[in-house]
């Protein structure tokens, strides 16, 4: 089944400790993306992948971190998280950029 | 950065009602997809216009394309439970990002 996998699904963390949501795709995407949700706020873009090793920051990137070191796997890493961080983390995917998204399920962080 | 305005915020209608979701920006995009997203879940695509004017249907949904291909509307008719979520429309600027919309939440009630 063609899908974007992320993980974890829930996390709730403390300030300042190191974190990284995982997502993979199997769909051989060269286009991937992540985005967080927040209330009034809509679907906002963090970074995003055109290609392996190849990464740009969305509109809000500052305290976030990513790598593409296989076209597969797009890790959104949190190097000190804080509590303005606390959203819904949705990892997405597509053949083409800015068409036709697969998105994964959602990470809900909580930072404490 | 551009902006994609989503109306009605909230719509809550009777089981068999139609309605219409209206996406609208001052920005000119390459093409323009709708998706849905439910609790718990991310979003998932419906459709994509591309060629402005364009009208596609979905069984009861039919979207479409402003002729200048700065907004979009989607109108569902004859409403069902099964319809309840959230309605996205997100905008291809071009420029290697998809814009989202603030989305309308729809709850149809049996």
């Known amino acids: 089944e063609a899908q974007v996998t992320q993980n974890p699904r829930y996390l709730i963390t403390v300030t300042g400790k190191k974190l990284t949501v995982t997502c993979s795709q199997n769909?051989?995407?060269?286009?991937m993306s992540w985005y967080r949700q927040d209330p009034g706020l809509g679907l906002r873009q963090i970074y995003y992948?055109?290609?392996?090793?190849?990464?740009d920051k969305g509109d809000v990137p500052e305290g976030y971190k990513v790598s593409r070191k296989e076209k597969r796997n797009f890790p959104l890493i949190l190097e000190s998280p804080s509590p303005n961080q606390t959203s819904l983390y949705f990892c997405a995917s597509s053949l083409l950029f800015g068409v036709d998204y697969t998105f994964g399920s959602g990470t809900r962080l909580t930072v404490v | 950065t551009q902006l994609l305005e989503q109306s009605p915020q909230f719509l809550s209608i009777q089981e068999g009602e139609n309605l219409t979701v209206y996406c609208n920006s001052s920005?000119?995009?390459?093409?323009l997809q709708w998706y849905r997203q439910e609790p718990g879940e991310g979003p998932v695509l419906l459709v994509t216009?591309?060629?402005?004017?364009e009208v596609k249907k979905l069984k009861r949904l039919t979207f479409q394309f402003g002729d200048a291909r700065k907004d979009s509307s989607l109108h569902i008719t004859a409403a069902q439970p099964g319809d309840t979520g959230l309605y996205l429309c997100a905008g291809n600027t071009g420029f290697q990002k998809l814009v989202f919309g603030t989305g309308t939440r729809l709850l149809v009630s049996p």
């Open positions: 920005s000119v995009f390459s093409s």
């Open positions: 216009v591309v060629t402005g004017g």
């Open positions: 769909m051989n995407h060269e286009y």
């Open positions: 992948s055109m290609n392996v090793e190849v990464t």
